[in-house]
């Protein structure tokens, strides 16, 4: 009976490495990623659950939130839902677009578990780590906000739910200020008759 006890716990071990955890031994989170603020967000492509190309250059003049998960990440799940109501049903889809990526998961794993959830949000497979390998090494949930020009905003690691509230406030400021780029009138010449 210990023998099995310690066995299902090796297997749990294994099964949630890479989620972030407090107990998690070797580097921190903070030392596995890649891309830090400030930084130009590398670029992928991906194809949603929708069978649409996602281009993270197409979305220039846009906020990006990037979102890396996993269906089996106990942190993922909790923030999925908040993500889903608190940022893609808020804000203008005109001014920011969201992409949820499954780490190492591909589409038949991922459609189940939105079909389950009912999530809307756009989510993509990346089974091969093509785009996450760009951004960290390990550990998820990440987030990174990206700006319109390409440049890293904001980016977290495991979920805490006043770090997604500042994410959420980061949000918002990013797109109050493409409406204020959207809502300056073009300088007016004057010319001399």
Same mark, same amino acid.
């Given at each position: 009976?210990?023998?099995?006890?310690?066995?299902?716990?090796?297997?749990?071990?294994?099964?949630?490495?890479?989620?972030?955890?407090?107990?998690?031994?070797?580097?921190?989170?903070?030392?596995? #990623?890649?891309?830090?603020?400030?930084?130009?967000?590398?670029?992928?492509?991906?194809?949603?659950?929708?069978?649409?190309?996602?281009?993270? $250059?197409?979305?220039?003049?846009? &906020?990006?939130?990037?979102?890396? *998960?996993?269906?089996?990440?106990?942190?993922?799940?909790?923030?999925?839902?908040?993500?889903?109501?608190?940022?893609?049903?808020?804000?203008?889809?005109?001014?920011?677009?969201?992409?949820? &990526?499954?780490?190492? $998961?591909?589409?038949?794993? &991922?459609?189940?578990?939105?079909?389950?959830?009912?999530?809307?949000?756009? *989510?993509?497979?990346?089974?091969?780590?093509?785009?996450?390998?760009?951004?960290?090494?390990?550990?998820?949930?990440?987030?990174?906000?990206?700006?319109?020009?390409?440049? #890293?905003?904001?980016?977290?690691?495991?979920?805490?739910?006043?770090?997604?509230?500042?994410?959420?406030?980061?949000?918002?400021?990013?797109?109050?200020?493409?409406?204020?780029?959207?809502?300056?009138?073009?300088?007016?010449?004057?010319?001399?008759?």
């Amino acid at each position: 009976m210990q023998r099995s006890f310690s066995l299902v716990c090796v297997c749990l071990l294994f099964f949630f490495a890479g989620c972030f955890t407090e107990t998690d031994d070797g580097p921190s989170p903070a030392e596995t #990623v890649l891309v830090q603020v400030g930084d130009t967000a590398p670029g992928f492509e991906l194809t949603t659950l929708d069978g649409e190309a996602f281009s993270l $250059e197409a979305h220039r003049g846009k &906020i990006v939130l990037i979102n890396f *998960f996993a269906t089996w990440c106990p942190p993922c799940r909790e923030e999925l839902p908040f993500l889903e109501k608190e940022i893609w049903q808020t804000f203008d889809r005109e001014k920011l677009t969201v992409l949820v &990526i499954g780490r190492e $998961e591909n589409d038949e794993i &991922i459609q189940p578990f939105v079909d389950k959830h009912g999530y809307s949000v756009p *989510f993509a497979g990346d089974p091969e780590m093509v785009a996450y390998s760009q951004y960290a090494t390990r550990f998820i949930p990440r987030n990174f906000v990206i700006g319109p020009d390409g440049t #890293v905003l904001y980016q977290s690691q495991g979920y805490d739910p006043r770090e997604f509230e500042e994410m959420v406030e980061l949000i918002e400021e990013a797109v109050a200020g493409l409406d204020a780029i959207e809502g300056e009138a073009p300088p007016v010449s004057s010319t001399a008759a």
